[in-house]
């Protein structure tokens, strides 16, 4: 077996055997493959695809090529959830809380932002003392004590995929379903929940620009998962604009917290009592959705969600009081409104171009190595449909950096486009996928 012979299967689209599959992941990630045979290879994948059975056995690989992480010593059936990426997207802050709240264990290893994205893990690092950087044991205490656990990955989980994605980055081959899929169950799998509902967005701030790929990509995605033996499902949902009014860092949480006091954006907490209540159907906790959907309400309502959150921020050593006072959030100093220049309705609001504006305000990266400023973003004050007058304030922005101010603020005001009223309302959650 040698890789030539690898990429000429491929490349005459003859599909590719377990061992071969497992030869050149393993050989790559040891360094013993080189990057230009690899390269050939994913170009092949990418114009010729993979069957779920290859997808399956290249997940497979990736999963076997670093640590797989054993949460059996959490009690319960344990349930993550996973987006695909969007612009103020801070649903995990309030879905985890929630289903916690209601005693299904929430075990979640989050990422950083990159690009235009936001991170979990930066937004609760803008909670001062909160440690994201948890052993196993740890992890597995907190969730088995709290029935909630938020950190980074630990240990060495699929290396492969770590190299395979840089090298896709770098061959214009991200955007192949395939690959797509088995970078994202490839780490789900290898961290060990039980049940999985993934958020697979659609839109301008999206990866997915078309409900048909969001689809095709989630088909895909569901049946991996159930491969490996795990309750999934998945909800594709609307990144035609930013979810909720804030994007970035402590803006983010700020809106968490007020979301999880019952005050919050209708879309984010519409979109994260419907998650939540799909998990506890996933857990076993309930047997009728309208059930699910009753106790996860009943717990925002009464607060104790919002509680859940507060042991959180304890248990990891954060400072609760910022959750108690939000006042205490690190907002940066130079702040600018923008307002609308004509009367009308918002047609739409370009999530990309909002959240690559929030990106260079301060709040994202443009490398892993970026410094990011916490207190960076934008707050939205208008959303799709609503009507505005000349005049009104569209969106406030917050940086440390003066000299962009103008040139950022006219990006913000580009995104917002108005005219006349939309034929149909703004739809939120588009489809799901069991």
Known sequence: MNMYEIIEKKKLDIPLTKEEIYYFVNGYTKDEIKDYQVSALLMAIYFNGLSLEETYYLTEAMINSG???DLSKINGIKVDKHSTGGVGDTTTLVVGPLVASCGVPFAK????????????LDKLESIKGFNVELSIEEFIENTNKIKISICGQTGEVTPADKKLYAL???????????LISSSILSKKIAVGADALILDVKVGSGAFMKTVEDAEKLSNMMVSLGKKFNRNTMAVITNMNEPLGYAVGNSLEVIEAVNTLSGKGPKDLTELCLSISSKLLLLAGKVTREIDARKLVEENLKNGAAL???KELVIAQGGDV????????????KIKKDIFANKDGYIKSINALEIGEASKN???GRETKESQIDLGAGILLNKKIDEYVKSGDLLATIYTEKENIINEISNDVLKSFEIGEKNKDPYKLIIKEIE
């Open 67 to 69: 640590d797989v992480i």
């Open 109 to 120: 290893m989050s990422g950083r932002g990159l690009g235009h994205t936001g991170g979990t």
């Open 168 to 178: 896709r980055d770098a061959t214009a081959t991200v955007d192949n379903l395939s």
């Open 307 to 309: 509680e859940k959150f």
């Open 321 to 332: 009081t910022y959750i108690e006072d939000t006042s205490k959030f690190k907002i940066s």
């Open 361 to 363: 305000l301060g709040a």
